[in-house]
């Protein structure tokens, strides 16, 4: 029978061979493994790939028990409604960005490469935390392969730029080039696979408050081909900061559901952070797996009919839907 392969099959094989670190041929393997067709005539390439798969994460394993493979520095757990990493040239102002918006101390210095590794911190959208991590200067020759690791295991991106950097284009050409080469941006991305498409990337365009950015605005759309969003912002003035902030929780594709007891107020202080179109279901699951498998009932105020409606467990909810669960 014959495999059919298709086209996102051999560009993640493409890949694979062309990978220089583990990191990218570990996710090179997993996209091969999540395109290829799954039917008899690819059996023995679907068991090739696994055993591969298994080899390097139990070599993997092996050398992290002994001690040789150090802990991985540019690993940042990902904490709140989403991990959001600011990558920019040297002097672009994403540290300053971050010190504005959240609570971690980066270092902001008038020198490059002040910041040597991931620096997180959580920036407040009303009730919500979103993570937002500052990171080493973007050089692509540079970049070793557990950086571009991190970057693939982002939430979504921010590309922040200097505008008053007369280079700021060739900055962002940059990025995105290296972005695409290493198949972290791209058009559309195979369930199962560790990649960003173009709506999860805004363009921070920062210095605003004393840079002509409308002018820098219409040449980059001008010059750049598929530019993600461009956002012009200051991180001295806060221009355009509570924007940002908007504009990340909703490219974050997540909502807020609160919760309550029978016969009591709702607990409007800690959101459960849901993907959209989640389901009661899926609260219930969040919570704790014994709830769902004992749910009985569910009512809901928000996106319901009226409040207080008894729903099913595959009822949708919205954002800001207050829950009701009875088990």
């Not at 059996?43 to 090739?48: F, L």
């Not at 970049?143 to 991190?150: E, H, L």
């Not at 219409?218 to 956002?231: A, K, S």
Request: aromatic share 6%; proline share 7%; with cysteine.
């Amino acid at each position: 029978m014959p495999a059919n392969l298709t086209q996102q099959y051999y560009a993640a094989e493409e890949a694979y061979k062309n990978a220089t670190s583990y990191e990218e041929k570990l996710a090179a393997l997993e996209e091969m493994l999540a395109t290829v067709p799954k039917h008899k005539g690819t059996e023995k390439i679907q068991a090739d790939i696994k055993k591969r798969l298994s080899r390097m994460r139990k070599e993997s394993n092996q050398t992290q028990g002994t001690g040789s493979r150090q802990e991985d520095p540019f690993f940042i757990d990902a904490q709140g409604a989403g991990q959001v990493l600011l990558l920019g040239p040297p002097n672009c102002g994403k540290s300053s960005l971050v010190q504005n918006l959240t609570n971690a101390k980066t270092q902001v210095t008038e020198y490059p490469f002040a910041t040597s590794l991931p620096i997180p911190g959580m920036m407040k959208f009303e009730d919500v935390s979103i993570q937002l991590v500052d990171t080493p200067p973007f050089i692509p020759e540079g970049i070793p392969g557990n950086f571009s690791a991190a970057i693939r295991n982002s939430d979504m991106l921010a590309l922040v730029l200097d505008f008053t950097d007369p280079d700021c284009i060739d900055h962002l050409s940059s990025m995105l080039e290296y972005l695409r080469e290493k198949r972290i941006l791209r058009d559309e991305v195979p369930p199962g696979v560790r990649a960003l498409t173009s709506d999860k990337v805004l363009v921070l365009g920062n210095k605003a408050d004393i840079a002509q950015w409308e002018e820098m605005l219409e040449m980059i759309e001008e010059l750049v081909p598929d530019c993600p969003t461009i956002l012009p912002v200051s991180a001295v003035t806060g221009l355009n900061l509570d924007e940002f902030c908007k504009l990340t929780f909703q490219r974050l594709q997540v909502m807020r559901v609160y919760t309550k007891r029978p016969g009591k107020e709702p607990d409007m202080n800690k959101p459960f952070i849901l993907p959209d179109h989640s389901t009661v279901s899926d609260l219930a699951t969040s919570i704790h797996k014994d709830l769902a498998d004992n749910l009985r009932t569910a009512k809901v105020w928000g996106s319901s009919k009226f409040d207080g409606q008894a729903v099913n467990h595959d009822y949708v909810l919205s954002d800001k839907d207050i829950v009701e669960l009875n088990d």
